[in-house]
């Protein structure tokens, strides 16, 4: 039965959480040298990418530049340790954010996490707290070994987000109430599919 289900949607980074988790992950994996060492790289690569003929902005190109040079070849059980081991205890909450989580998982509401975060951080970051399902930026693997690419699915940001968003909305609904929590500009796609909105 559907009649009255409500979903509430979250971003992650600078919503439910402060800050952003991915440069700390990176450092927890590769070292400050490291990610120092290739940012410079990843954001010529970035720069001197293709544009809108791939469907991916500048930032997109970046980051998965940098993931790349930090993260390919790397076995996916050895990162996932590193993101619960040293990224999981670093873990700041938004403290109305968590509650309004908690209100919203206490009321029998389907909670979703859409988040542009990697996979292997999610992972971590959330297994302590009550969600329905979570949409974020998967990495590829081959035979438990990261490529250093993003899966098919893309990075889960921006309009990538919001298109992520309504697919699963149009899968697990209807819903005769949704909620959205983000922040601006970049949840803006999401937030505008959502019935109430409220921007952190």
Same mark, same amino acid.
């Given at each position: #039965?559907?009649?009255?289900?409500?979903? !509430?949607?979250?971003?992650?980074?600078?919503?439910?959480?402060?800050?952003?988790?991915?440069?700390?992950?990176?450092?927890?994996?590769?070292?400050?040298?490291?990610?120092?060492?290739?940012?410079?790289?990843?954001?010529?690569?970035?720069?001197?990418?293709?544009?809108? &003929?791939?469907?991916?902005?500048? %930032?997109?190109?970046?980051?998965?530049?940098?993931?790349?040079?930090?993260?390919?070849?790397?076995? $996916?059980?050895?990162? %996932?340790?590193?993101?619960?081991?040293? $990224? %999981?205890?670093?873990? @700041?909450?938004?403290?109305? #954010? =968590?509650?309004?989580?908690? @209100?919203? =998982?206490?009321?029998? +509401?389907?909670?979703?996490? !859409?988040?542009? !975060?990697?996979?292997?951080? #999610?992972?971590?970051?959330?297994?302590?707290?009550? +969600?329905?399902?979570?949409?974020?930026?998967?990495?590829?693997?081959?035979?438990?070994?990261?490529?250093?690419?993003?899966? !098919?699915?893309?990075?889960?940001?921006?309009? %990538?987000?919001?298109? @992520?968003?309504? &697919?699963?909305?149009?899968? +697990?609904?209807?819903? &005769?109430?949704?909620?959205?929590?983000?922040?601006?500009? +970049?949840?803006?796609? #999401?937030?505008?599919?959502?019935?109430?909105?409220?921007?952190?």
């Amino acid at each position: #039965m559907t009649e009255g289900r409500v979903l !509430a949607v979250f971003d992650w980074d600078g919503t439910l959480a402060e800050g952003d988790c991915l440069f700390p992950f990176l450092v927890a994996v590769a070292g400050p040298a490291a990610c120092a060492l290739t940012w410079g790289a990843a954001l010529g690569e970035g720069v001197a990418g293709p544009g809108d &003929a791939t469907g991916k902005d500048l %930032r997109t190109r970046v980051k998965e530049a940098w993931v790349r040079r930090l993260l390919q070849g790397r076995p $996916l059980a050895e990162v %996932r340790e590193v993101a619960r081991t040293r $990224l %999981r205890p670093q873990r @700041r909450w938004r403290t109305f #954010m =968590h509650a309004t989580l908690e @209100r919203h =998982h206490a009321a029998g +509401h389907d909670v979703l996490i !859409a988040s542009g !975060a990697l996979d292997v951080c #999610m992972d971590a970051l959330l297994d302590d707290v009550p +969600h329905t399902d979570r949409l974020c930026t998967s990495l590829e693997t081959r035979d438990g070994i990261l490529t250093g690419s993003f899966t !098919a699915e893309g990075n889960c940001v921006r309009n %990538r987000k919001a298109e @992520r968003v309504a &697919a699963w909305i149009a899968d +697990h609904g209807p819903y &005769a109430t949704t909620w959205g929590y983000g922040n601006l500009p +970049h949840d803006l796609p #999401m937030l505008n599919l959502l019935d109430n909105r409220v921007v952190v």
